[in-house]
């Protein structure tokens, strides 16, 4: 497990990873402490969820300083994503024993109802580019509906893994009611096949997705895969163009633009393209690389230099194939994974950058002849995570959004999740959902009982 500061490339720390031992005796001693957990009522659930939230505010600096020097991420991002982290505590134990009652359904029985129950241990297997905000939005509600949860974090967070564990252990959990295991990919096959787990979520690439729900059908394992995404930012005839340039540049360039649900495909109707692009533009070339501890820094680096690689065959594919760079589109030099804020121009099927999720600071623009048009290129696409419209016209926005082929679609507003909203994606961005009612209810046993 390796920690490498991505600002400046200088390793931060070598834990080593478990060995066949060490995680058996872990996952026999979260086996242990399931029962107590099962049968503790929705009061000391939500006091304990609570005091967990107020623990990741009282070391916000502490832990937001974290993200930053394992991940990457600018200061005030780390900063919001701990916040985050705790409204969603706040919310899952204000709401999950209403979302969790029994449902009472008039049936020929004298009583009949849906019961919902824990299924047992949850093993989550997150990753590093919102390495407490992905973690808690599954915990949260998993702990709430009365499961135990181990985590298998990406491996070069594992200062983020710990720290975690940690803020429940802070918060008066019970011992081995959460766990973060320190073992290598290899061993989560082994971890998804053991008979003290009961469910498994995932939130990573697509390819880690097929891995993770081959291996979870083949022992019947329940799933929810929250995937990759291309999200497409539509820009429609009727749009203020500056306030659509203005929250692009945000939606895209947020985290480095690493992120399932950043707007990474900017489908412009063709009259609007240049007028748009101008704006869009000089918004992206303001961006500051630097130092992510400081405030005056606007760009990130990348979390990895072989994730700097990757992205940046993408790009030089893509202009070989015939692609048109407006800005950027290369590594940035001198220390640390920064790569130039970026917009490729004239994408098409078949380039790398219309097929491929690219994950770092790059824009991708596709040029619509009209609005019928702009939604068949939205659509377009193996991804189905989240997608965006910009037009003066609510209701024709949202038209447009309930046509898209995504699971979450906003109108005139950046796509964000929202413990109150549920998230999740269609196609190649998975199935489930995480977050709200729904995400809640994703594992639980839905049990009917029947009486007469």
């Not at 834990?15 to 107590?36: M, S």
């Not at 539509?234 to 947020?254: I, K, N, P, W």
Request: charged share 25%; proline share 5%; with cysteine.
């Amino acid at each position: 497990m390796e920690s490498i500061n991505p600002a400046t490339g200088e390793r931060i720390a070598d834990i080593p990873a478990w060995d066949d031992a060490g995680l058996d005796r872990a996952l026999e001693a979260v086996a242990r402490a399931t029962p107590a957990w099962r049968d503790t009522g929705f009061g000391e659930r939500a006091r304990l969820v609570r005091r967990a939230a107020a623990e990741l505010r009282a070391r916000l600096d502490e832990y937001a300083a974290l993200i930053t020097r394992e991940m990457g991420k600018l200061l005030r991002e780390s900063r919001a994503e701990i916040e985050k982290c705790a409204w969603g505590c706040e919310y899952y134990a204000d709401h999950a024993e209403e979302f969790l009652r029994d449902e009472r359904i008039a049936t020929d029985a004298g009583t009949s109802y849906v019961a919902c129950q824990p299924l047992g241990t949850v093993l989550a297997i997150m990753p590093w580019n919102f390495p407490f905000w992905q973690v808690f939005r599954f915990a949260a509600t998993a702990l709430m509906a009365g499961n135990t949860a181990v985590l298998k974090h990406a491996s070069n967070v594992p200062g983020c893994a710990l720290a975690i564990e940690d803020v429940f252990r802070r918060a008066g959990f019970p011992p081995d009611v959460f766990r973060a295991l320190l073992i290598p990919t290899a061993l989560v096959e082994r971890v998804i096949a053991d008979r003290r787990i009961s469910a498994v979520t995932l939130t990573g690439s697509d390819g880690a997705g097929r891995h993770v729900a081959a291996a979870a059908g083949k022992h019947l394992k329940k799933t929810v895969l929250e995937l990759g995404g291309s999200d497409a930012f539509v820009v429609l005839e009727d749009a203020d163009l500056e306030e659509a340039a203005t929250v692009g540049a945000a939606a895209r360039m947020q985290n480095a633009g690493q992120s399932c649900i950043a707007a990474k495909r900017f489908v412009l109707v063709e009259a609007v393209a240049e007028p748009f692009l101008a704006r869009f533009k000089e918004r992206i070339r303001r961006l500051k690389p630097g130092d992510p501890m400081r405030e005056e820094t606007t760009l990130a680096p990348l979390a990895r230099e072989d994730l700097r690689r990757q992205l940046h065959a993408q790009v030089t594919d893509s202009i070989a194939a015939g692609a048109k760079p407006l800005l950027g589109c290369e590594p940035l030099p001198g220390p640390g994974f920064y790569y130039a804020p970026s917009i490729l121009d004239r994408v098409r099927p078949g380039m790398r950058a219309y097929e491929e999720e690219l994950f770092g600071p790059v824009a991708i623009v596709l040029r619509a002849r009209d609005e019928a048009d702009a939604l068949r290129l939205a659509n377009d696409s193996r991804f189905g995570l989240g997608a965006s419209v910009w037009t003066r016209d609510p209701a024709k926005g949202e038209r447009l959004a309930r046509a898209f082929e995504a699971g979450s679609c906003f109108v005139n507003g950046m796509v964000k999740s929202d413990p109150r909203l549920p998230f999740g994606g269609v196609k190649d961005s998975g199935y489930g959902r995480e977050l709200s009612a729904h995400g809640i209810r994703e594992f639980v046993n839905v049990k009917t009982v029947w009486v007469r």
